[in-house]
């Protein structure tokens, strides 16, 4: 197995440092940073696997950060925040996390919580069974789910490891509406609670990217039941 390298963020030394000590004993690589800034700094001289990312930060904060490592980046990011409310959690989905915990928070299952961002986000660039190529086309789009890649008449499209995952899903079963607890458990793989808005911002987030590019709403809801792409 590849080790993977992860970047913790966070002005709380104490919890770097234990979050940290947890990642080593589970066979990470890990390096931290203690501001905004640093952590971008960090991203220009090593490169990384996944970043865990506190909000509440001085120089820059952690939605800031985000918002400049998606610009050219689609590694799993998993947001901190000492705040509970649903808005901030939507805020920090919104900018480009893939996943958000609110402190304080069980250690066992923040290392639950990356190893499936992780499985997630790297299954798709293991070698493929030479009998399916994993190859999506829906008009103009191409979906390479072995290169786990996006494009657009040869232009590159951006996308998380999550917002790939679920237009993989959604473009694989043209005509068939999926419920967002239905694109949870087969996305995400864990349990999904009725109040759970994770779904929707990312569908969010992946709708306006697709139809930047192509001019057109891909992603069909379908109110009261969930979403859906036309074969």
Not at 16 to 45: C, M, P, S, V
Not at 110 to 125: E, F, P
Not at 153 to 162: A, G, I, K, V, Y
Not at 202 to 211: N, W
């Amino acid at each position: 197995m590849i080790n993977r390298r992860i970047l913790i963020v966070d002005d709380d030394r104490e919890i770097a440092e234990l979050i940290g000590i947890y990642l080593k004993n589970e066979g990470f690589e890990t390096d931290k940073a203690y501001d905004g800034q640093e952590a971008l700094e960090r991203f220009e001289q090593n490169e990384y696997h996944l970043v865990v990312l506190d909000i509440m930060m001085p120089k820059m904060d952690g939605l800031e950060v985000c918002r400049r490592l998606r610009r050219d980046r689609t590694l799993p990011i998993l947001m901190l925040s000492a705040k509970a409310e649903d808005m901030d959690k939507i805020m920090g989905l919104m900018t480009g996390a893939d996943d958000y915990m609110v402190k304080p928070f069980n250690p066992m299952e923040l290392i639950t919580r990356i190893k499936s961002l992780l499985r997630r986000s790297y299954q798709y660039n293991q070698a493929a069974s030479p009998n399916l190529d994993g190859v999506l086309v829906i008009g103009a789009l191409k979906i390479d789910k072995r290169m786990h890649t996006v494009e657009v008449e040869d232009r590159l499209l951006h996308l998380t490891s999550t917002e790939f995952g679920i237009l993989y899903l959604l473009a694989s079963h043209p005509g068939q509406v999926f419920s967002a607890e239905d694109i949870f458990q087969q996305v995400w793989r864990e349990k999904y609670f009725e109040s759970n808005n994770t779904v929707m911002v990312h569908i969010s987030k992946l709708r306006d990217k697709l139809e930047h590019e192509l001019g057109d709403k891909l992603i069909t809801t379908v109110w009261g039941v969930g979403y859906k792409i036309e074969g």
